[in-house]
């Protein structure tokens, strides 16, 4: 079994910074890549952002705010969130997919809510 925990999220005023951790464990063997997702209250969920071995991949909304990176050592990836936007509010999903598993993994998601 394969367990991520995230943490960091919390309320911010609209122009500040939160820190999203996710933290692997368990039965892990290869984790090709991390992923951040997001869900507001009546919405789809939606990509965030994504790293793997040499690339990182961003949503248009948040290219330029927002940066994913991650600690092989520590099976731990990270979201920098600056510039936060109202419309930033969500829960906060951390992904993995892990090809030695050959399936995906999914946190219990962290509440991100911006005040305008």
């Known amino acids: 079994q394969v367990q991520l925990v995230e943490s960091g999220g919390g309320l911010v005023q609209a122009g500040g910074s939160l820190r999203l951790s996710c933290a692997a464990s368990?039965?892990?063997?290869?984790?090709?890549?991390w992923g951040w997702y997001r869900q507001a209250t009546g919405q789809e969920r939606e990509l965030v952002a994504t790293?793997?071995?040499?690339?990182?991949n961003y949503a248009d909304s948040v290219k330029g705010r927002f940066t994913i990176s991650r600690d092989s050592a520590k099976d731990t990836v990270y979201l920098q969130m600056n510039s936060l936007k109202a419309e930033d509010t969500a829960v906060f999903y951390c992904n993995i997919y892990d090809s030695g598993n050959g399936r995906d993994f999914w946190g219990q998601g962290t509440q991100v809510t911006v005040s305008s």
């Open positions: 368990g039965r892990i063997f290869n984790i090709h890549q």
């Open positions: 790293i793997g071995s040499g690339y990182t």
